[in-house]
């Protein structure tokens, strides 16, 4: 039985280890720790018999001179003993969800296509959107929370700083 829930204080130091465990480094949750505090971010946790299993961080993005609410998803991580269970997939799920209510317009990632486009992910170009960082075009996507809410909204998108200079 999985529960996904809003990440409390007393989660962050296993909501940090299930990152380390997940990616073999720090950074990632170093990131989260840098942003945690600012307005706008979104932490959710995994939780299978009150431990820790996952855990999934929106934060915000700009786009250029836009000023529509748009969120970054990133990091996402379950517990390696616990992958390819579906808890990634809920942590998504419930976490879009969770942007809507907030009023998000739409949700960017960078990572796997084949991984995202199963939550209707989208490559972010078809929709005049670029990306940062020099990735492949596909590995960036998009999603609209609300339909066209990205009509006549296009060009660079930029993560916080927070997720720069990170080891
Ligand atoms: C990515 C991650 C969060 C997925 O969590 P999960 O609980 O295993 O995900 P689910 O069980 O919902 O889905 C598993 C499916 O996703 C696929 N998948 C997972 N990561 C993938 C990746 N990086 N590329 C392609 N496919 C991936 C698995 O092959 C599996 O496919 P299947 O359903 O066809 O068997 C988890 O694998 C993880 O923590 N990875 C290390 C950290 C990481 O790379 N995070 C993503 C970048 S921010």
Known sequence: M?????????????ARKVSVAAFGRSSEATSV?????????????????DQIVGHLFFSPVT?????LFILGLAPIAVLPDYQRQGIGSLLIQQ?????DRLGCKAVVVL??????SRF????AKTKGLKCEYTVPDEAFMVLELESGALEGCTGLVKY???F????
């Open 120 to 123: 209707g992910f989208i490559t």
């Open 63 to 67: 786009i250029d001179n836009s000023s």
């Open 164 to 167: 720069n200079d990170l080891e």
């Open 33 to 49: 720790d840098r942003l945690r505090n600012i307005p706008s971010t979104l932490s959710l946790v995994a939780v299978v018999s």
């Open 2 to 14: 999985v529960e996904v829930r809003a990440e409390k204080p007393e989660d962050i130091e296993a």
């Open 111 to 116: 990572g796997s296509p084949k991984y995202y």
């Open 95 to 99: 976490g879009l969800k969770e942007c």
């Open 160 to 162: 916080r700083s927070e």
